[in-house]
C-alpha cells in the first residue's frame, strides 16, 4: 500500500522457511527521486529496537545542498549481521543504482564492510572519524586534548602536506599510534586521501541524528513504526521545502556564509603565487576549491582580480534550485484501511511475527554511553561543532 499511495516507492519483504518474518525494507520516492539532487555521500548505522520482537532498524541518509538530513532508505532486520547488512545494501542498490563520485560512510562494524564489499565493490568507503578516535582512546588509552585536535585537524585537512604535518605531531605524543592509523588506511578517514570527495561529512552523524528523532517509534511494531518513518520523512519533505522556497539567496545560506568568509579572507592575502588557481578545471593546489566545489580564498582574489562572478563556481548541488528538485515530490499520506485494495497474491501472503526476543527485567530504552566518550561530546554530531581548526 505504500507503493500504491506513494508510486515509485520501492519495499522489499523477505520471510523464513516458516513464514514469520525476516527482512522488511521501504524507500520512498521522495527519497529516490531526490537523491540525484542530493550530495552523492550517503551515511549508514543501525540501531535497536524496544518493541516485543526485538530487531534493529537499519537506515541510510545522506544530505541536500543545505546540509539538511535527507533520509533515504530503511529496513527491519532480525539482527546487524553479514546478512542483514548485505540484504540492504543490495536493496539500497536496488532502489538508487551508483551515481559518479559516490561515497558512504559509517563505523567501523566488519558487517558494514563485508556488504559495501559484497554489494558496492565500485564504491568509496570511509569511516566515521569519531568512531574511529572512540577506538584510538580504547585500543591506546590516549584521549588528551593535544591529541584529539592534532587527529581532528588531519581527518579535516585537505592536502597530504598539512596531513603529515600533523601526523608528525600524533606520532610525537604516542608513537604507536601512527601504525595504527596506517594500518586502518588514510584512505578510509583522511579527507586528502579520500579516493572520491567526502565534501564536508566525516562522520556518520547525519544518519545517528535520527536516533533521537525515532526514540519513541522504537517501541512500535513493525507496520505501525513503517508508517511513522513515513510521517517523519513527510514532514521533513514539506519543512525543508518550505525552507528552500524562502532562500533568497542564489545558494544555501550554509554556502553563502562560506562563500562570504572566503572573500573576507581573499581580502587579507599578501602572497597567493605558491597556490595555483585553474578556474576552467575549478582547483587549486590548497585543494579547498575542488572538495568544497566553492570557490578558496586564493580562487576569490583572482575571481575579484577579473571581475568574474563566483557564484558561477559553486556547486550547482547548492543552489536554490536544486534543493527545491530534492524535494519535487509529494509524500501522500496512507488511506484508511478499508479502503485498500489489497491485490489477491498480496493478501494470499503468509507472513508471521517474528519470533519474540523480549528479556527478563525492565526494557531498556535508551543506550549507555561507553566510558570512552569524553564528557560533553556523547556522539558524533558533537565533533562538527568544536572548535579544533
Not at 548485505?86 to 559518479?100: C, H, L, T, Y
Request: charged letters at 25%.
Amino acid at each position: 500500500m505504500i507503493e500504491v499511495s506513494n508510486p515509485g516507492s520501492y519495499t522489499k519483504l523477505e520471510v523464513k522457511y516458516d513464514n514469520s518474518m525476516l527482512y522488511v525494507f521501504m524507500s520512498l520516492n521522495v527519497s529516490i527521486r531526490g537523491w540525484e539532487f542530493c550530495i552523492p555521500v550517503f551515511a549508514v548505522d543501525g540501531t535497536f529496537l524496544t518493541s516485543a520482537y526485538g530487531g534493529s532498524l537499519l537506515k541510510a541518509c545522506a544530505q541536500d545542498g543545505n546540509s539538511k538530513i535527507f533520509p533515504l532508505a530503511f529496513s527491519i532486520v532480525d539482527c546487524e549481521n553479514d546478512e542483514s547488512w548485505e540484504w540492504f545494501m543490495k536493496r539500497i542498490r536496488d532502489a538508487f543504482g551508483v551515481r559518479s563520485d559516490m561515497c558512504m560512510i559509517s563505523d567501523r562494524h566488519k558487517s558494514i564492510k563485508n556488504a559495501a564489499n559484497s554489494s558496492f565493490p565500485e564504491l568509496a568507503h570511509a569511516l566515521c572519524t569519531f568512531h574511529l578516535f572512540n577506538n584510538i582512546k580504547k585500543n591506546f588509552n590516549k584521549s588528551k586534548k593535544e591529541l584529539r585536535k592534532a587527529f581532528y585537524k588531519a581527518t579535516k585537512a585537505y592536502t597530504t602536506e598539512a596531513f603529515d604535518t600533523y601526523m608528525k605531531q600524533i606520532n610525537s605524543m604516542c608513537s604507536s599510534l601512527k601504525p595504527y592509523l596506517e594500518s586502518v588506511g588514510y584512505k578510509k578517514w583522511a579527507r586528502s586521501h579520500c579516493e572520491n570527495n567526502l565534501h564536508k561529512t566525516l562522520t556518520t552523524n547525519i544518519v545517528e541524528s535520527m536516533n533521537s528523532r525515532i526514540k519513541v517509534g522504537k517501541d512500535l511494531l513493525i507496520t505501525t513504526l513503517f508508517e511513522y518513518l513515513r510521517t517523519m520523512v513527510q514532514d521533513w519533505s514539506f519543512t525543508n521545502r518550505n525552507l528552500a522556497k524562502q532562500t533568497f539567496t542564489a545558494l544555501s545560506k550554509r554556502v553563502e556564509d562560506i562563500l562570504h568568509e572566503n572573500y573576507i579572507l581573499s581580502l587579507k592575502l599578501v602572497h597567493i603565487t605558491k597556490f595555483i588557481v585553474d578556474l576552467k578545471e575549478r582547483t587549486c593546489t590548497c585543494r579547498s576549491f575542488q572538495i568544497d566545489e566553492v570557490p578558496c580564498p586564493h580562487a576569490m582574489a583572482i575571481l575579484k582580480e577579473l571581475y568574474q562572478d563566483p557564484y558561477k563556481f559553486c556547486s550547482t548541488y547548492y543552489t536554490k534550485e536544486t534543493i527545491l528538485k530534492a524535494y519535487v515530490e509529494t509524500i501522500y499520506t496512507m488511506p484508511d484501511k478499508s479502503l485498500w485494495n489489497v491485490p489477491e497474491a498480496v493478501a494470499q501472503k503468509i507472513v508471521n511475527p517474528s519470533e519474540g526476543r523480549t528479556k527478563s527485567g525492565r526494557p531498556k530504552k535508551q543506550r549507555i554511553s561507553s566510558r570512552l566518550e569524553t564528557k560533553g561530546i556523547t556522539s558524533a554530531a558533537d565533533v562538527m561543532f568544536m572548535d579544533i581548526m
